[in-house]
């Protein structure tokens, strides 16, 4: 089973990644940002268990809506929702793993790391106001690099994205003229750009069209051999998409004592902090429908807990801290119920 199903080309992006389904499988959508590593665990979990995932890569606006309208077991969503609005659809939210967002080129001669990019300049990127990649910005960040007098294809999200959030979250923090004209959401009214639908439809667009600019989960960008760029952090420090920088961003989270898990990982300080990182959240009913269904679930993402690191870092994930584990299978224990009131699951010790 490949982990990355590639959308169609631009134009026809309307397909949805599902992983393989049975009858007693469990069923989840929403985020595209954690498919992949969603994917490999429900293949390792299917061959221990027999038990599967049917989970619809459909982006996190699609999953908060599906576990507000009660059709899935979960939602999943890289935007995580306040407290307040959390408390109005009566749900509880958990992470599962974090990663790093990262911008991707399709420039002739260009191979990863060799451009550099600051928060300032993506901004006017995708504002609009830099149009061609030999944009004195661009060629001042880049002294020696070959920058073509080719104009930017800037490709962004269609639908609604998490990833978008994470992205555009850093870009308010990095730019006054983004934060007023544009903002923050998981769909936004974007100035300029071809969009796609997920993940893979931007990593998609990227990679067919010269000259392009993308963001995507650096999972996305392994897999599809895309085009990386650097960046420069809140510390002005020159940084790669790499693991260790995600871990960096995400060292001075205070997971446990923020209510509703409700941590942002964007522009972080720290000398080796990547500036775009973010957690991906589960959402469940605080009393679920199906019990039975509810509790299944759970023990999968136990599993993934106990099992699932070492793959979730193949990936270029950050798995959670055990610590954060802890906090999150209390909040099980006290908040995801059956109507009687009794939890649906139990962890084993």
Do not use: C
């Amino acid at each position: 089973m490949k982990l990355l199903k590639t959308l169609a080309a631009a134009g026809a992006l309307a397909a949805v990644s599902t992983l393989t389904a049975a009858a007693a499988d469990i069923s989840g959508a929403g985020a595209t940002f954690p498919y992949p590593i969603y994917a490999k665990w429900a293949d390792a979990y299917k061959t221990k268990s027999g038990v599967g995932l049917n989970y619809q890569s459909i982006g996190s606006g699609g999953g908060i809506k599906q576990i507000q309208a009660n059709t899935v077991t979960f939602g999943a969503s890289d935007m995580p929702l306040k407290p307040d609005e959390l408390e109005k659809s009566k749900l509880v939210q958990f992470p599962t793993v974090m990663g790093g967002i990262v911008p991707v080129v399709n420039i002739d001669g260009i191979k990863s790391g060799d451009l550099v990019i600051d928060g300032p300049t993506l901004a006017k990127v995708y504002l609009g106001e830099i149009k061609k990649w030999d944009d004195p910005a661009i060629k001042k960040l880049n002294p020696n690099a070959k920058l073509p007098s080719e104009a930017i294809v800037v490709v962004h999200r269609s639908d609604g994205s998490g990833t978008t959030f994470i992205f555009t979250n850093y870009l308010i923090k990095a730019s006054a003229d983004w934060k007023d004209k544009v903002g923050n959401n998981t769909s936004v009214e974007w100035p300029v750009g071809i969009g796609a639908k997920g993940n893979e439809g931007v990593a998609n667009n990227v990679g067919q069209a010269k000259g392009s600019i993308g963001y995507v989960e650096s999972a996305y960008a392994k897999q599809n051999n895309l085009v990386t760029m650097k960046m420069v952090n809140k510390d002005g420090k020159t940084v790669s998409p790499v693991p260790e920088a995600f871990q960096a961003a995400a060292a001075n989270a205070d997971w446990a004592g923020t209510p509703g898990f409700y941590v942002l990982l964007t522009d972080q300080p720290g000398a080796a902090s990547w500036p775009i990182a973010g957690a991906t959240f589960i959402l469940f009913h605080k009393q679920v429908q199906d019990p039975a269904a509810a509790g299944e679930a759970l023990k999968f993402f136990d599993w993934a807990y106990a099992n699932g690191g070492k793959m979730a870092q193949d990936l270029d994930y950050i798995p959670m801290p055990a610590p954060v584990v802890a906090a999150i299978k209390k909040l099980w224990a006290s908040d995801i119920k059956d109507a009687s009131g009794k939890p649906v699951y139990t962890v084993s010790n």
